[in-house]
């Protein structure tokens, strides 16, 4: 074997490019996500069991099937239906790129919001008490005690969420997509160096998680002050996903 | 749903995906014992290996690491074998590579479920079975493993979940699973949501047996609710 570290330098640029997408896609769906998910995670924590059934049903699913299945779904799946192709949403979901956003942003909304009813429902239950006792109405205490309570709880829980997601963003390249995984790919097939290119890759997605990690600590640090900051993904959590453990 | 008659390739697909998550979770397990035992070793050299394992893992995609393997791992290997003076064509299957890159990740991921409930664990256990005159690897077997089996397993069983869905990358490799199956069919009938929808339920029924069982190996290896209902 004839290892070849000037096909990395050649090539880094177009790896870099790669990376922008990707880092664009994880954004992008992350803030999607994470707005579909706060709604998701509040019906799921209501005490009517109809409002209840949705975020279940939707959960169940998104978690349930793989990732890939979800992204083919949107992609592959939509052009069956005439009526589809007839209709304004065509335009967005014959693109690759959005059908990526799609799958992803739907797919980190149902772990997302099982991660914030943990949260919620981890919040001691004499604070929810004692806004009763100060007579906050619902939405009141919903705004003020429980969402950023919860957000403070679920912080580093969601920091490793959005480094799974990174990885999740590698399917893009499946639908013709040319994220950091999708550029390798057509690099190798073009050099037929799959280990030093992988390897690139593979050193870059490490760097990118080294920096969410480190980014997600100062939020917390800040967000969690009051409590003498101590990094921890609660047991709640971890229970949600083993995989959000440190 | 009307699947053609596509539906036995579907159900061929969905048992190769069985067999590949069961044979991956086999070699995980192994990887995650040895990784939560480097782990807490008192060699430092071991303590570093295991740490290095589990953040690279952990932090590379499971598809970079199905396509390293499948493409790579074949280059590695004829290298290795010309040592031994062998230059013929060496591939390595769909599957080998498959079951290679899923036991690594769970492995990663299990290394730390089996590290806290190693943690977890009261340093007693070990110093009553070392009073008893057991050697190490006996209190291992037969004290301790059982009882981390008990803590470990509510987080393994949603490890192999996600197993369980990773398989269907090794789809982008060409292994005949339920994944590529259903690729095959959609392409042939032209109704690829039919066909994907139908490997989601099928991915949904096997997570749901997947959770059954773990919830029943919990109550086998909890002696407390084996008994009556206290």
């Given at each position: 074997m004839n290892w070849d570290w000037s096909v990395i330098l050649k090539y880094l640029p177009r790896l870099l490019e790669g990376t922008w997408l990707t880092l664009e896609l994880v954004a992008i769906s992350g803030l999607i996500g994470i707005a579909l998910a706060v709604p998701l995670a509040l019906m799921r924590v209501s005490t009517s069991p109809w409002v209840r059934a949705f975020p279940f049903a939707y959960i169940f699913f998104f978690r349930g099937t793989p990732l890939l299945v979800q992204i083919f779904l949107i992609y592959y799946g939509a052009s069956q239906f005439e009526a589809v192709k007839q209709s304004v949403f065509w335009e967005i979901l014959r693109q690759p790129y959005w059908c990526a956003i799609i799958a992803f942003s739907m797919n980190t909304a149902a772990y997302s919001a099982e991660l914030i009813r943990g949260a919620i429902q981890a919040i001691p239950r004499g604070e929810i008490e004692a806004a009763e006792a100060l007579g906050m109405s619902r939405p009141l205490q919903v705004r003020r005690i429980v969402l950023p309570r919860a957000f403070g709880i679920v912080l580093p829980a969601y920091g490793n969420e959005l480094i799974l997601m990174l990885k999740g963003s590698?399917?893009?390249?499946?639908?013709?997509?040319?994220d950091l995984t999708g550029m390798a790919r057509t690099i190798i097939a073009r050099t037929y160096t799959p280990l030093e290119i992988f390897l690139a890759a593979g050193v870059i997605y490490l760097l990118i998680s080294g920096v969410f990690i480190g980014c997600f600590r100062l939020l917390e640090k800040r967000l969690n002050r009051y409590q003498h900051y101590r990094h921890q993904v609660p047991t709640e959590l971890t229970k949600i996903d083993p995989r959000l453990q440190d | 749903m009307d699947l053609q008659g596509f539906g036995h390739l579907l159900l061929s697909g969905a048992w190769v995906t069985v067999k590949l998550a069961l044979t991956s979770l086999a070699f995980g397990l192994l990887f995650g014992l040895i990784g939560a035992a480097a782990k807490l070793s008192k060699f430092r050299f071991a303590r570093i290996l295991g740490t290095l394992y589990t953040t690279l893992v952990r932090g590379i995609p499971e598809l970079l690491l199905v396509l390293s393997i499948y493409f790579g791992g074949s280059m590695l290997l004829m290298w290795l074998a010309s040592f031994f003076g062998y230059t013929d064509y060496i591939e390595i299957s769909a599957f080998a590579a498959g079951v290679a890159a899923l036991s690594i990740a769970f492995g990663a991921y299990a290394t730390e479920v089996f590290r806290a409930a190693l943690i977890e664990l009261p340093k007693g256990q070990w110093e009553s079975a070392y009073a008893l005159g057991m050697t190490g690897p006996q209190t291992f077997f037969r004290i301790i493993l059982p009882q981390v089996w008990r803590l470990a397993l509510p987080g393994l069983g949603n490890l192999f979940q996600v197993l369980l869905k990773d398989t269907a990358l090794v789809s982008v490799v060409g292994l005949d699973e339920l994944m590529r199956q259903a690729y095959v069919a959609s392409g042939s009938t032209k109704e690829p949501f039919t066909f994907y929808m139908a490997a989601a339920f099928i991915y949904l029924g096997l997570t749901a047996i997947a959770t059954a069982s773990t919830m029943l190996m919990e109550r086998a290896s909890n002696p407390v609710s084996r008994g009556s209902r206290a």
């Open positions: 590698s399917l893009a390249s499946t639908i013709t997509l040319l | -």
